[in-house]
């Protein structure tokens, strides 16, 4: 989501900066992030299989996305009629069509996965401590097998030991 949230920002610095500036190469360069954070968001889509609600925000971020390509689009062919000057005053920079919307929903994307990170993180780390407490009671349990098993062949030595010693005499 991050990786997106940049790709989307420079789609957006490039639609400003060819406002600034007239430059065409800002128009590309523009385009090129656009098809870009729509590889982006397939992959995330592909990522988020399991969850219908990151799902769900994420293709609310693909609508979100192509509103604003298609405002920066029209505003490019405004410029073309009125001038850039009544090309920046019409482009919104914030609000319903900005780039914002986009944000926001990218940032819930990533604080829920986050979440869920840290509620695996959570679960690893139970599981990492039963696992210690099982690896330390079976090394014990272990140990213990071993020193019965050794006692036992001590007593088994002696016994035959006294046998031996008894068939001698």
């Known amino acids: 989501a991050i990786e997106l949230e940049n790709v989307v920002l420079v789609m957006e610095a490039s639609?400003?900066?060819f406002l600034i500036s007239g430059q065409k190469?800002?128009?590309?360069?523009?385009?090129?992030?656009?098809?870009?954070?729509?590889?982006?968001?397939?992959?995330l889509l592909d990522v988020a299989v399991d969850n219908?609600?990151?799902?769900?925000?994420?293709?609310?971020?693909?609508?979100?996305?192509?509103?604003?390509y298609s405002i920066m689009k029209a505003?490019?062919?405004?410029?073309?009629?009125?001038?850039?000057?009544?090309?920046?005053?019409?482009?919104p920079a914030d609000g319903k069509?900005?780039?914002?919307?986009?944000?926001?929903?990218l940032a819930a994307v990533r604080l829920e996965e986050n979440r869920l990170l840290n509620a695996r993180l959570q679960i690893f780390s139970e599981r990492r401590e039963q696992f210690q407490w099982l690896l330390a009671i079976s090394s014990a349990v272990a140990f213990a097998i071993l020193l019965i098993c050794g006692l036992?062949?001590?007593?088994?030595?002696?016994?035959?030991?006294?046998i031996a010693y008894q068939l001698e005499q």
Request: net charge positive; aromatic share 6%.
């Open 15 to 17: 639609q400003r900066g």
């Open 52 to 68: 219908p609600y990151q799902i769900l925000r994420i293709k609310q971020s693909r609508i979100e996305l192509d509103t604003r």
């Open 25 to 43: 190469q800002f128009l590309a360069n523009r385009d090129s992030s656009h098809a870009n954070a729509i590889k982006l968001i397939d992959e």
């Open 152 to 162: 036992v062949l001590f007593r088994q030595l002696a016994m035959s030991e006294q």
């Open 97 to 105: 069509g900005s780039i914002e919307p986009i944000r926001d929903i």
């Open 75 to 91: 505003n490019t062919n405004f410029s073309n009629d009125a001038g850039l000057a009544a090309a920046r005053l019409r482009f």
